[in-house]
């Protein structure tokens, strides 16, 4: 039973254009939500979070939406640089504060020069 | 600040042997994860730790898997015996205790099992 799914299993983006990686939740206790990116051989790096409180957050060129009514969230790039190839991971947790996280299957993007 | 470090990066075992995989988490995390990260798949949360007590180990095959984290510091976690489904990446991930959920991973440990 996959909580959190990343139905696009891959996507490709012509550099400086906008890349939009989208998330889907099925658990309503789940209140935080957070990005991470995987280069291969590498663990995961945080990205970004946001609260459920909270419908948007912004960190430079990384914008992240939240819509709880459809359960639903999305990663934007802008623009969209060759250097963020990468896997990256939707996650989820019940509480914003030392919990456990559920992760996406992740989706691969490949911005192209 | 150095980041958490894994060994080893790669083992290849035969099916029904041990293995152990090591974890230092970064400097004054109390919260200790390990995930596994089969082929394709997201990070699965095997075992949390809140200083070297167990908080979530639910997800644990523990007829199989084990893990401590007996001074509160580094971890091990150890497979016996090996099954082939337990391919997989191995990550070890740190965090402060009482912190947001921002989790800090190492670069994992790749197991094969032939």
């Known amino acids: 039973d996959q909580q959190v799914k990343q139905n696009s299993p891959s996507l490709s983006v012509q550099e400086g254009r906008i890349s939009i990686l989208n998330c889907d939740y099925t658990n309503s206790m789940f209140d935080y939500f957070l990005w991470y990116k995987k280069y291969p051989a590498e663990g995961p790096t945080f990205l970004i979070s946001i609260s459920s409180i909270k419908d948007k957050n912004e960190d430079g060129r990384f914008t992240v939406f939240l819509n709880k009514s459809a359960k639903h969230l999305s990663l934007h790039i802008v623009p969209s640089q060759p250097g963020d190839s990468a896997v990256y991971f939707c996650?989820?947790?019940?509480?914003?504060?030392?919990?456990?996280?559920?992760f996406g299957a992740g989706t691969i993007l490949r911005v192209k020069s | 600040e150095a980041g958490v470090a894994q060994s080893p990066r790669y083992k290849i075992i035969e099916k029904r042997q041990s293995v152990a995989f090591w974890c230092n988490p970064i400097s004054g995390h109390a919260t200790l994860y390990w995930y596994q990260q089969i082929l394709g798949q997201g990070p699965k949360l095997l075992i949390q730790f809140q200083n070297n007590g167990v908080v979530d180990d639910s997800q644990l095959p523990k007829d199989r898997f084990s893990a401590e984290r007996l001074k509160g510091v580094d971890s091990t976690l150890k497979i016996q015996p090996a099954k082939l489904e337990d391919s997989a990446v191995y990550l070890c991930?740190?965090?402060?205790?009482?912190?947001?959920?921002?989790?800090?991973f190492g670069p994992g440990t790749r197991l094969t099992v032939l």
């Open positions: 996650a989820a947790s019940e509480g914003e504060y030392g919990n456990k996280l559920v």
């Open positions: 991930a740190s965090s402060y205790a009482g912190g947001q959920n921002e989790q800090f």
